[in-house]
């Protein structure tokens, strides 16, 4: 069974420009959520997507959204991008999304902006 | 809100040396706890869990038991080898708070032969 796959794995952009990351979640998993990971603030949530609809969102700015297909993969969008923004952006999937099960993460996306 | 506490790193062994990273939590439910680990340049990659009060969960040599009088979940290991050196994180996920993980910051552990 495939894991969970994220692309791209490294993107540089520029402050202003707005980025897209992808996210293909296990076969059969329906859960997919976000994080950032960076030095300074560790791992943070971004938000959770079940069955095409967002369950959870965590304290970021409106300039990052996502959505999920019904497919079951999901993307992020970051729009007007700061320094502040690069970042590891990890996907992790699950089969239900309940509180005790199993993340499989994917290896991220290395975003640096400049 | 929810958050969870773990000791600084970077944490430095020899090889067959026993391994504690303290882990403390606050939540407002009745949460499931989680060690995760990340190897170089990967993803991370779940080490073991609990799901309620004085379970032990165990995975590779390591565990770590639920402490809810206490509010701990400390990572032990009897004997680390040089191919356990990671970054280990703490998490746990409140309960019916789906897939939304609060994390440590994390603890860089480096084991030397």
């Known amino acids: 069974k495939a894991g969970v796959t994220q692309t791209p794995r490294y993107l540089i952009k520029t402050r202003g420009q707005q980025v897209t990351l992808s996210c293909s979640p296990i076969?059969?998993?329906?859960?997919v959520s976000w994080y950032q990971q960076t030095p300074g603030q560790g791992l943070q949530f971004l938000f959770e997507?079940?069955?095409?609809?967002?369950?959870n969102k965590g304290n970021f700015p409106g300039r990052f959204s996502g959505r999920q297909f019904s497919n079951s993969r999901s993307e992020m969008n970051v729009s007007t991008l700061e320094l502040g923004d690069s970042a590891l952006y990890l996907c992790?999937?699950?089969?239900?999304?309940?509180?005790?099960?199993?993340?499989?993460f994917g290896s991220g996306t290395q975003l640096s902006v400049l | 809100g929810n958050s969870v506490t773990q000791m600084e790193g970077p944490v430095t062994l020899s090889e067959e040396a026993f391994l504690t990273i303290n882990c403390t939590y606050t939540?407002?439910?009745?949460?499931?706890l989680f060690w995760y680990v990340q190897y170089p340049g990967e993803g991370l990659q779940l080490l073991l869990k609990?799901?309620?009060?004085?379970d032990k969960g165990s995975n590779k040599g390591f565990e770590a038991t639920y402490r809810k009088e206490t509010t701990s979940f400390h990572l032990e290991k009897g004997s680390v080898q040089v191919s356990d050196s990671a970054v280990y994180f703490c998490?746990?996920?409140?309960?019916?708070?789906?897939?939304?993980?609060?994390f440590g910051t994390g603890t860089k552990l480096q084991v030397i032969p």
């Open positions: 609990a799901t309620k009060a004085d």
């Open positions: 992790a999937s699950s089969s239900q999304g309940g509180s005790n099960e199993k993340l499989f």
């Open positions: 939540a407002t439910g009745y949460p499931s």
């Open positions: 076969s059969g998993h329906r859960s």
């Open positions: 998490a746990l996920i409140d309960s019916g708070g789906y897939q939304k993980v609060t």
């Open positions: 997507y079940f069955s095409e609809t967002q369950r």
